[in-house]
């Protein structure tokens, strides 16, 4: 055991980086998919397109800025300030049109939300077109560090080690912190368990959906953002990631923020080890973890069934 | 205060609300009764904005309402108890209680003081507090729900069926607090809804019936 640890260590360490790394950016969409279907009751397929063109507006943006001087440093930033305008651009306009789809069938739900995504995506595609985008500033300016394993040390670029895992747990605590103890997270906890008491209760409920959705569809482009400096964004990004995150979301249970991250870490470690240790079953990885939790707990890992009522 | 004109509302395409004409009176205590489906809910729930009229009017405070959103009324002076409670299970007794003085952005001096009042009529409402609503049972909670309602409505209470699948012994306990809201909010009008008149009788002081959604005095 202990030799095969010797000889895969560098591996393993890899592995947990980029785990941890790919966990970071499904856990931000993931949270903004549970969000925004808790205040909307519409599970929204175009959550990936966020994601996908969050990423993209990062690195075309960075790209654009560091061939005109901008320093090198800038583009971390630059990488939040591009998500919240994709977020509150892109937002509103997305919010009204899945209203309309409030209180019909899932079906439909579906059908609109993903037609909507493949509009997006070719959107996407008009702007960006089809070729590879790379941006790799942010990575690049913040370099290495090397983290001593045995007689040997594992170089790890610090964006991943640090700013990726830091940046989701500075958004976990944010979120939980604002849903607990502020007003306005009361109002969209009571928006998510009943619209119609909350607005009895004087909440402006089409208000708060809007900025609930905005700020989600914000911490999606944030987790594009943040994947960007370490993947080259093609098309397709999108999907893979959407469907990611609603294994995250079903493994947690929804309206499970604290879960979605503890979920999304297990299924990007799932992931990564799958990469490096059994490259073919990469894929159905996340899956399988899936489809392991639900057959124990269907109502997800940390959901709770329906209080039955007396 | 309250009045309803010629009320019209359909819920999935069926008439349910059919020219309902009613009007409560500051300070009035006015009761709702008709049996399982006749409207009494829907009635509350036009009061409030939470069910589109197809057909006349609604004002509060004899400010016409037509156009006015659900969350706007509750601004109005308008407290409102679901049959069904609506409590968030998360928060505890005392947060379902201070959110609306909250969302209307009441001073938290002003908040905490009608707690206080509240808590004054309502004694047991003290030691439920802290508890998460989660955990509390359905007489409690009809009780917090009265307790929430009166933290906004300061014009007039709207109160769902509060006796409904209550054991007789709590229905009493109800009847009792109801009884001293009655005096002790002479000016607030409260409007509430029931299937059998027999509880509320001494407590009110006009009864309409409504019947397949058309409503006459009894």
Request: net charge positive; aromatic share 6%.
């Amino acid at each position: 055991m202990s030799a095969w640890f010797v000889e895969n260590g560098m591996l393993l360490g890899l592995a947990t980086l980029d785990g941890v790394s790919s966990a970071a950016s499904v856990f931000m969409v993931a949270v903004g998919l549970n969000l925004v279907f808790g205040v909307l009751r519409v599970l929204n397929v175009a959550h990936g397109s966020l994601y996908a063109i969050g990423g993209y507006a990062a690195a075309s943006t960075s790209l654009f800025l560091l061939a005109r001087g901008m320093p090198a440093w800038a583009a971390l930033p630059l990488l939040l300030v591009s998500s919240a305008i994709v977020g509150g651009i892109l937002g509103p306009p997305i919010e009204r049109l899945l209203r309309l789809m409030q209180g019909q069938e899932e079906v439909l739900q579906l059908l609109v939300t993903f037609a909507l995504f493949m509009i997006l995506e070719d959107g996407q595609k008009l702007v960006w077109g089809v070729r590879p985008v790379v941006s790799d500033a942010p990575v690049k300016v913040l370099g290495t560090i090397e983290v001593p394993f045995g007689s040997d040390a594992i170089p790890f670029t610090a964006y991943q080690l640090l700013v990726l895992p830091g940046v989701a747990l500075l958004t976990l605590a944010v979120l939980a912190f604002v849903l607990r103890r502020t007003l306005f997270g009361r109002m969209i906890v009571a928006v998510t368990v009943d619209r119609e008491a909350a607005r009895a209760m004087g909440i402006d409920a089409g208000r708060v959906t809007l900025l609930t959705f905005s700020a989600g569809a914000a911490l999606a482009a944030l987790g594009g953002a943040l994947a960007s400096p370490t993947t080259s964004l093609v098309p397709g990004i999108g999907a893979s990631t959407i469907v990611l995150s609603f294994a995250v979301v079903a493994t947690a249970g929804l309206g499970q923020i604290e879960g979605a991250a503890l979920s999304a870490f297990m299924i990007g470690l799932g992931r990564s080890l799958a990469v490096y240790f059994a490259p073919e079953l990469e894929v159905v990885v996340p899956y399988l973890i899936m489809v392991a939790v639900l057959l124990v707990r269907p109502q997800g890992l940390f959901g709770t069934l329906e209080a039955r009522r007396i | 205060m309250l009045r309803l004109e010629g009320a019209c509302a359909d819920i999935a395409g069926v008439r349910v609300l059919r020219e309902v004409s009613f009007s409560v009176p500051p300070g009035g205590r006015v009761a709702l009764v008709g049996r399982n489906g006749a409207g009494k809910t829907t009635t509350l729930r036009a009061l409030m904005g939470l069910v589109p009229l197809c057909a006349g009017s609604v004002a509060i405070d004899g400010q016409e309402c037509g156009r006015l959103p659900a969350h706007g009324r509750a601004r109005l002076g308008v407290g409102y108890a679901p049959e069904e409670r609506k409590l968030f299970g998360s928060f505890t007794v005392r947060d379902n209680m201070l959110l609306p003085a909250e969302v209307l952005g009441l001073p938290k001096r002003e908040s905490l003081r009608r707690l206080d009042a509240v808590f004054e009529l309502l004694p047991e409402l003290r030691d439920l507090a802290p508890r998460k609503a989660a955990g509390l049972s359905g007489g409690q909670g009809k009780m917090v729900a009265l307790g929430r309602a009166m933290m906004v409505g300061t014009r007039a209470i709207l109160l769902d069926e509060p006796l409904q699948g209550l054991a007789p012994a709590l229905a009493l306990r109800y009847v009792e607090a109801l009884g001293r809201l009655r005096s002790a909010l002479p000016d607030v009008a409260i409007l509430v809804t029931e299937s059998s008149p027999a509880l509320l009788r001494r407590l009110v002081d006009t009864t309409f019936v409504i019947e397949r959604g058309e409503i006459s005095a009894a």
